[in-house]
């Protein structure tokens, strides 16, 4: 358990290095292109590997911690959301799948906003 511990930490690590890097590289505007760019590339990242891990059985699990969970993890949230999602529907949990969604996204708005107030 130890490794896997240390294995998505390192990921995390180098995941929150990697978004860091993306944000200063990005110009700034009032659209968020940095944190827009880095939820898309981790939710394609998420997706590909995912992918070619289910193609080549071969591979370590303990990678997969690494890449998945670590460093898509530590790169961008967003993109385990989007990888739930895809199961949801690929499952044909609909319901569910809109739900989650459109929930998701109004009560982490609402919580933002609640944190601000109770913040200050």
């Not at 590289?25 to 880095?38: D, E, H, N």
């Not at 992918?51 to 080549?56: I, K, R």
């Amino acid at each position: 358990m130890l490794e896997k511990i240390i294995l998505v930490a390192i990921g995390g690590g180098l995941g929150s290095v990697c978004r860091f890097l993306v944000s200063v590289a990005l110009p700034k505007f009032s659209f968020p292109l940095a944190t827009f760019s880095v939820n898309i590339l981790g939710c394609f990242l998420v997706g590909f590997i995912s992918a070619y891990f289910n193609s080549h059985s071969n591979l370590a699990p303990n990678l997969k911690l690494l890449l998945i969970t670590g460093f898509c993890g530590g790169f961008t949230t967003f993109s385990a959301f989007g990888f739930e999602k895809v199961n949801l529907l690929q499952n044909g949990n609909y319901a569910t799948f809109f739900l989650y969604v459109f929930s998701s996204v109004i009560l982490g708005i609402l919580a933002v906003f609640l944190g601000f107030w109770v913040g200050k």
